[in-house]
Antibody
């Protein structure tokens, strides 16, 4: 069974940093590209970032480019999102999920990031 | 950037109704479109990919069609567990989501 467990969320002040983690199991992590998707309270889904299986290809949404960094450790079956210069509008539940040509068939339960003073 | 619009934004329907949701892309995306269902407090669930391919385990009352710039998600006979918000996602150029359509009980 595919399991994805996000962690690392919490309350952070504007301008601060946070590192999210996603622990994956139940599938061959190193064979799949991975994504971060977020959802602000009461709002829709927003794709945030993509990383290919070998980390050779990385994409970001314009809203986070230059502030967020996606990475992965295939030996540890883990995905990461380093978030710097956080803003109030980054407040959201952050989900991770493996993608096949961008289609996300499995999702974690999400981790809440709150940016507030 | 490719933008997606969904119509309607909100839909009130009864159990047994046939429901159709439309997703339009700002430029042609071939069949690179997926549909997701999300219930409150839960992660999204993949329903359809490649515009019309039903994800394993998804009931056959769900169907998708379209290509290019206009796509539809149809629920042939709405069931109580189908009341949720539905999102389309384009996969042609990065991975934008549509704004969502909330299906509520009439």
């Amino acid at each position: 069974e595919v399991q994805l467990v996000e962690s690392g969320g919490g309350l952070v002040q504007p301008g601060g940093s946070l590192r999210l983690s996603c622990a994956a199991s139940g599938f061959t992590f190193s064979s799949y590209s991975m994504n971060w998707v977020r959802q602000a309270p009461g709002k829709g889904l927003e794709w945030v970032s993509y990383i290919s299986s070998s980390s050779s290809t990385i994409y970001y949404a314009d809203s986070v480019k230059g502030r967020f960094t996606i990475s992965r450790d295939n030996a540890k079956n883990s995905l990461y999102l380093q978030m710097n210069s956080l803003r109030a509008e980054d407040t959201a539940v952050y989900y991770c999920g493996p993608g096949v040509q961008g289609v996300i068939a499995h999702w974690g339960q999400g981790t809440l990031v709150t940016v507030s003073s | 950037d490719i933008q997606l619009t969904q119509s309607p934004s909100f839909l009130s329907a009864s159990v047994g109704d046939r429901v159709t949701i439309t997703c339009r892309a700002s430029q042609g995306i071939s069949s690179y479109l997926a549909w997701y269902q999300q219930k409150p407090g839960k992660a999204p669930k993949l329903l359809i990919y490649a515009a019309s391919t039903l994800q394993s385990g998804v009931p056959s009352r769900f169907s998708g069609s379209g290509s290019g710039t206009e796509f539809t998600l149809t629920i042939s006979s709405l069931q109580p567990e189908d009341f949720a918000t539905y999102y389309c996602q384009q996969l042609n150029s990065l991975f934008t989501f549509g704004p969502g359509t909330k299906v509520d009980i009439k």
